[in-house]
């Protein structure tokens, strides 16, 4: 039987996924444990979550740096052995850091559970901070910063942000070689007592987690006292950035990075559904309106996106693209074009119809592991976000209409009220 290319193959249209609900439970000390027990495979992931990123630091960086050194040496074990100690193990690990949030996070076999809570528990409760490896850490950071600064999208992206919220807001501010340098070893120890050591957090475990599994955290961590001391510092974006275009000049560079968008929402708002099929429309997959524009037909850039960034508690809207500097000017000129029609001509059905089908497969294809539904089910837990809201995401996209587009387009995405940053030059 031949293949007739000519024929595109059947396909059903998604209209929903099986979400499991995480099961939560008390710690004897009022800690949160949430657990997503699913999966085949006898492996477990770990998260440790502190409400104690840049929001909560009174110096800049000292959240980064808290987090960052808690492996590099507790009491009784250096560095070395606290590597050795997981690896023992098979386990992985990983310190994360962002603006809202701070985790310690590690990948292990279900039977090594206990060995790792308690060696995660010295991390927490006995870390030592030591001076030679608390300088290695400032060296890396110094030359990886170094190095994204030779970057003109790393240059575009952390300038998008500081125009859009401002120097002095956790999402407007980036790290730079001076902070680091003053960064004192008391501010860093400071975050870490007030918000590690002596702060609430979160447990998540994912994966093939056993009942016996749940008494061994409550063992290890439900019997440690913590304070409620760390609220975090009321932010309000201080930029004035309607209208606004800064470059960034780079007269060594042939290419140009573009940065365009403003502040909008997270996924708390009443439009977020309807903004982000319009996004998906504009820039937010490989066949969407600014990459047939400006990269098939123009031939302007290997790529250009639209991007719907939810953050906890502020939200933005970002168009990023690289392209060469000559063609600066027009690539923004096409950006606004493709803008402009979402705003004046009506979504066909067909192009709306596929892109929503697109969005929810692409959806349905994100919940494959148990890790994966767990990175879904924390944004419910840890955003406060109503239960059912994954439960209902694909009806939710399905039910945007062609004039919910429209709408939206001539709402949120009118030019004059985004910010354009240019790194290299025009």
Not at 33 to 50: A, W
Not at 204 to 229: I, P, W
Request: proline fraction near 3%.
């Amino acid at each position: 039987m031949s293949l007739d290319r000519s024929l595109a193959p059947d396909f059903k249209v998604i209209h929903s996924v099986h979400f499991p609900d995480p099961k939560t439970y008390t710690l004897d000390n009022g800690l949160a444990l949430h657990v997503i027990n699913i999966g085949e495979q006898p492996v477990i992931r770990l998260e440790c979550i502190f409400e104690a990123g840049n929001w909560y630091e009174e110096k800049i960086g000292a959240s980064y740096f808290a987090i960052k050194m808690l492996p590099e040496g507790v009491r009784g074990m250096a560095s070395q052995e606290i590597s050795e100690a997981f690896d023992k193990l098979g386990a992985f690990t990983e310190m994360t850091h962002t603006s809202d949030r701070i985790g310690v996070v590690v990948y292990c076999l279900s039977r090594f559970l206990p060995e790792v809570l308690s060696l995660v528990g010295q991390l927490i409760q006995e870390a030592t901070f030591p001076e030679k490896e608390l300088q290695e850490l400032r060296n890396i950071t110094v030359q990886n910063l170094k190095v994204n600064k030779e970057k003109n999208a790393y240059l575009a992206t952390t300038e998008f942000r500081a125009q859009l919220f401002g120097l002095d807001h956790p999402y407007g501010q980036s790290q730079d070689e001076t902070n680091i340098a003053n960064l004192s070893p008391d501010a860093i120890l400071d975050h870490y007592n007030k918000f590690i050591k002596n702060g609430k957090f979160t447990v998540v475990l994912a994966g093939m987690v056993s009942e016996a599994d749940v008494q061994v955290v409550n063992d290890t961590f439900g019997k440690s006292t913590f304070n409620d001391a760390g609220s975090q510092v009321n932010f309000t974006p201080g930029a004035i950035y309607q209208n606004q275009e800064t470059v960034v000049a780079r007269p060594e560079s042939v290419q140009s990075s573009i940065r365009m968008g403003r502040i909008l929402f997270n996924r708390h708002h009443p439009d977020y559904f309807r903004l982000l099929v319009t996004n998906e429309i504009l820039g937010g997959y490989f066949g969407s309106r600014l990459m047939k524009n400006i990269r098939e037909e123009k031939g302007l850039t290997y790529g250009i996106s639209s991007h719907l960034v939810a953050l906890r508690h502020e939200g933005y809207f970002m168009i990023g693209t690289d392209v060469k500097k000559e063609f600066t000017q027009q690539t923004i000129d096409e950006i606004k074009k493709e803008i402009f029609k979402l705003q004046t001509e009506m979504v066909g059905e067909e192009e709306l119809t596929t892109v929503k089908n697109f969005m929810a497969g692409e959806f349905a294809g994100s919940l494959n592991t148990a890790f994966e539904v767990a990175d879904r089910q924390k944004v419910l837990l840890l955003d406060g976000l109503p239960d059912d809201f994954y439960k209902n995401y694909i009806n939710n996209i399905h039910a945007v209409t062609s004039q919910d587009v429209m709408a939206m387009a001539n709402l949120y995405l009118q030019p004059e009220s985004m910010v354009t940053v240019i790194a290299g030059g025009k």
